[in-house]
């Protein structure tokens, strides 16, 4: 979607800590080429992530990890989640370096 395809009416910042929160009050280009209606949506902003997936082809094996992640404390299986090797990408960092410090 190109960007004269969308106008950003209201932008609020709801919250912002480690993550921040934002919430857009806007309208996009349909399909047809008409404007939607105005619409509200919120997004959920933790800026850019590297990840990998380790792989060994002599094993034929991948490598992930278990994380305790809070937001499914209320999970069926609980709080800790396998996942790929992945991190969030600082200022001024490479996304290879990214990899290989959380590798």
Not at 57 to 80: D, H, K, S, Y
């Amino acid at each position: 979607m190109k960007n004269n395809d969308v106008e950003v009416l209201e932008k609020t910042v709801c919250f912002e800590g480690f993550f921040r929160l934002e919430r857009y009050r806007l309208r996009h280009r349909l399909f047809n080429g008409d404007w939607s209606q105005t619409v509200q949506r919120e997004l959920f902003e933790r800026g850019h992530a590297a990840a990998v997936l380790p792989y060994d082809p002599v094993t034929n094996e991948v490598v992930l990890i278990e994380q305790f992640r809070v937001g499914a404390m209320n999970a069926p299986g609980g709080p800790w989640l396998l996942e790929i090797v992945a991190g969030i990408i600082e200022d001024n960092e490479a996304a290879e370096d990214v990899v290989k410090r959380e590798a």
